[in-house]
């Protein structure tokens, strides 16, 4: 509860040399009420590359959140996502689905609203999805699923990918 802030990296491998592929800085107020909490907070993110070289990989988004138990949802607003002045909505679900002594199994589904690049009106839906095993190691936590998406710019072919995560919180 209260004024919270951080920020975050990542590092990709894969057919290529380990690079910088994102960086994520955040600050917000949560409130909480027994086992749910209230969140608000402003994002900044930016992205090395993206697979549509047209889009804009810096920009802000503001969110709203609430969770209970082991369930969260959020919706995000950002007026310059990936095109300047055309404001996109994103929303989310994540929950824990099941918990074995260390390891946690976590779900995700999301559902992004953008508009269409050709200046047609309206939204244009991409849907992301997320399973994970997960599990602390010392003071790191390990993380490993599968994730697809249908959204083009981060996924051309719209196939499912495995994934490993190694993270350290400080």
Do not use: C
Not at 85 to 114: P, Q
């Amino acid at each position: 509860e209260g004024l919270f802030a951080g920020a975050g990296a990542s590092v990709a491998a894969g057919d290529h040399e380990p690079r910088l592929s994102s960086l994520v800085q955040y600050a917000g107020y949560a409130l909480r009420r027994d086992r749910t909490s209230f969140e608000v907070g402003l994002i900044h993110r930016r992205y090395d590359t993206a697979f549509d070289g047209d889009v804009r990989r810096d920009f802000f988004e503001a969110y709203g959140g609430i969770s209970h138990g082991a369930m969260k949802a959020r919706i995000y607003v950002s007026p310059d996502y990936h095109r300047s002045g055309r404001t996109s909505y994103y929303g989310e679900v994540n929950a824990r689905l099941l918990s074995v002594e260390k390891w946690s199994i976590d779900g995700h589904a999301g559902l992004a609203l953008t508009p269409h690049d050709t200046g047609r009106k309206g939204l244009r839906d991409h849907y992301d999805w997320r399973l994970q095993a997960s599990r602390p190691i010392g003071r790191l936590f390990l993380s490993l699923g599968v994730a697809g998406t249908s959204y083009p710019v981060y996924s051309p072919s719209g196939k499912a990918r495995g994934f490993v995560s190694l993270s350290h919180a400080f």
